[in-house]
């Protein structure tokens, strides 16, 4: 019996609601016993009470993405999907994410990390910058900065979700994202925005954002990308499945931005795009993770 968990109640709730009703439907097509839990947050003795081997973490952001519902999970023996409890903490920090892939000298825009009520570090790198919540997914609280005088709103939206924040150096440049499933690469997918950057409104609500596979890039840049992505994923000890996300400059020279441990199955999502361009059905998606 598999527990379908989604939900939780981080700023990205309605997602992981839709990713899980998607997981749920393809098992039960696949006549696998499953239930689907909605976690609030403090309902885990329900979860507890019922009767199942392993749990399909479908829990995007906070709680679900940052190693808490792993966590419980290994406390009771129980199997899930994914990456283990301190891996998931390390990857959805995106502060750590970037200490981690520094070791490795893999390829990074410069970037400093600001605290909530306290002086900004000195920023040595020109505009215009991204300032981030360091633990929010799905493009949640980013803002582009400019000019000087849109740092000091581009932080309060970002301190409403998270008291650490990153400012990093904006790279101009094209948005492309490598799947990674059971130790491969999935075939790389350009992010085509209509207007500004890849925020929540071009992945969840706009039709107008355009994805892109065959991506584009040539063979060898796209074996590149793929390269990276796998050593990028590995490094952080990530297991299974998930989703590196990366800009390419005007010199083709990629940048990582952040890696996803529990990336969106919806109708809209990335994974399942790259998963049908390698060949796989969702169904057949589904069960890989689920045998991962």
């Not at 979860?47 to 940052?66: S, V, Y």
């Not at 929010?136 to 000019?147: A, H, N, Q, R």
């Not at 939206?157 to 130790?183: P, Q």
């Not at 989703?243 to 399942?272: A, C, Q, W």
Request: with cysteine; aromatic share 8%.
């Amino acid at each position: 019996m598999i527990a379908v968990l989604m939900g939780g109640n981080s700023a990205e709730r309605d997602v992981s609601l839709n990713s899980g009703a998607s997981i749920y439907k393809s098992l039960k097509n696949q006549n696998i016993d499953c239930f689907k839990f909605d976690w609030l947050g403090d309902n885990l003795n329900q979860l507890w009470a019922q009767n199942f081997d392993k749990a399909f973490i479908a829990l995007h952001g906070r709680g679900g993405e940052d190693g808490t519902i792993q966590r419980q999970l290994e406390k009771r023996n129980i199997a899930y999907t994914g990456s283990n409890a301190n891996a998931s903490k390390q990857c959805m920090d995106k502060a750590k994410t970037k200490d981690i892939w520094k070791q490795h000298n893999l390829a990074l825009s410069p970037w400093i990390v600001a605290n909530i009520g306290q002086a900004i570090p000195e920023i040595d790198f020109p505009l215009p910058w991204a300032v981030k919540p360091i633990l929010e997914g799905s493009s949640v609280g980013i803002s582009k900065v400019e000019d000087m005088s849109q740092l000091k709103p581009a932080l309060k939206l970002a301190f409403k979700y998270d008291d650490t924040v990153l400012i990093e150096k904006w790279i101009e440049g094209s948005e492309y994202t490598v799947s990674i499933l059971n130790g491969k690469p999935l075939p790389v997918i350009q992010i085509k925005v209509d207007q500004g950057f890849y925020d929540y409104q071009s992945k969840y609500i706009s039709d107008a954002t355009q994805y892109l596979c065959p991506c584009g890039l040539s063979n060898a840049d796209e074996k590149h990308l793929q390269e990276i992505a796998l050593q990028a994923f590995n490094v952080m000890g990530a297991k299974t499945w998930g989703r590196v996300d990366f800009i390419l400059d005007k010199n083709n020279t990629p940048y990582l931005l952040e890696i996803n441990t529990v990336p969106g199955m919806t109708s809209h999502s990335l994974v399942p795009m790259a998963a049908k361009a390698s060949g796989l059905s969702f169904d057949e998606l589904v069960l890989a993770i689920v045998n991962g």
